[in-house]
């Protein structure tokens, strides 16, 4: 059977779903603007407790990365990336979920192999073009003296 291009476009879209780009925006805005407000909370918490604003952000870094660890190997942090999208990838919290989910996803494996091993499946990459872009970017400072 053979079809022609525009019979498969038509098949195609029948059969894809419809894009939600408003709905997606709006809760990632939402989820990451609360995930953000969280951080400001805490940051007013701590300097309350008697930290110095340098101190309180540290601890608040800490407290969201702990939370969010905590959170991935709850299974709680993957239903709330579902809901919404990039809005929990953005904030240092999707950083720590994509260190913990290959090390939760391949615990039975054992300490090394699985947890160890698959722990920088995702992150490894970013740490690694990051860190790469950081010495590039402090070369070119670095020779044409821009600081």
Known sequence: ???????YKKMADK?????TYGK?????FLVGGAICVLGQALVNFYMRSGMDIK?????????????????TALKV??????????????PITGFANSIVAPAMEFKSEGY???IGGKMFVI???VLVYSTSAAILYG?????????
């Open 77 to 90: 942090y993957d239903n709330i990336a579902k809901f919404a999208g990039a809005g929990t990838l953005v």
């Open 123 to 125: 992150a490894g990459p």
């Open 1 to 7: 059977m053979t079809i022609s291009r525009s019979e």
């Open 112 to 114: 090394v192999v699985g």
């Open 139 to 147: 070369l070119i400072v670095w020779f044409f003296h821009l600081y």
């Open 55 to 71: 101190e309180a952000r540290a601890w608040v870094s800490i407290t969201l990365i702990g939370l969010s660890a905590l959170l």
């Open 15 to 19: 059969a894809s779903p419809g894009t």
């Open 24 to 28: 997606n925006l709006f809760f990632a």
